[in-house]
């Protein structure tokens, strides 16, 4: 079935937003903010200075997978904290 006016691509935007807003119904509000405002002033940038506006979706990409590296890096510095506790725990 094909509708009118559907964005295809809307389904990984919301995947990113909730990416960024680690799931947090707050933190969505204010990451579709920005995932708008980043849509919209690409449009207008596109417009006035001539610049393709798929540069805003590498921006996006680009936000997305610095959140993902922040997450895995938390998740290492974290295990990392507790394997220490661990062997300083044994020691005593």
């Known amino acids: 079935m094909l509708l009118q006016g559907f964005n295809p691509s809307i ?3 919301g995947i990113g937003i909730a990416i960024l807003a680690n799931a947090n119904p707050i933190g969505i509000i204010f990451a579709s903010i920005l995932f708008g405002a980043l849509q919209v002033g690409g449009t207008i940038m596109g417009q006035i200075s001539g610049i393709p506006s798929s540069i805003i979706d590498l921006m996006e990409g680009f936000v997305m997978v ?8 938390r998740n290492r510095w974290e295990i990392n904290r507790e394997k220490k506790l ?4 044994v020691n005593k």
């Open 86 to 89: 661990l062997t300083e725990g």
């Open 11 to 13: 389904g990984s935007i």
């Open 66 to 73: 610095f959140v993902i590296v922040s997450y895995f890096v």
